[in-house]
């Protein structure tokens, strides 16, 4: 059984890249914004995360990106 990775990423070709790369040793989904990102991240399945820093609603600032971050470390 493959481990859970969730890619939280804005740009659906980055995304999509990433996933193909890795699904031979994972069970990738992706999501495009940190509200879904947080639904899925407290479901407790997926041990492995990648995050985009420049997250809506601010693509091109890390903000959103590192108060994810911040979140995920303080619950894992």
């Known amino acids: 059984m ?26 990738a989904v992706i999501v495009n914004y940190p509200e879904k990102a947080r639904q899925l991240l407290s479901s407790g399945d997926f041990p492995v995360v990648i995050l985009d820093l420049g997250l809506p609603p601010s693509p091109n600032r890390p903000d959103e990106g590192f108060r994810l971050l911040e979140e995920i470390c303080i619950t894992a």
Do not use: Q, V
Not at 5 to 12: F, M, P, T, Y
Not at 13 to 23: D, F, N, P, T
């Open 2 to 27: 493959k481990n859970r990775l969730l890619i939280i990423e804005d740009e659906n070709s980055i995304a999509k890249h990433i996933k193909r790369g890795l699904s031979h040793n994972y069970d």
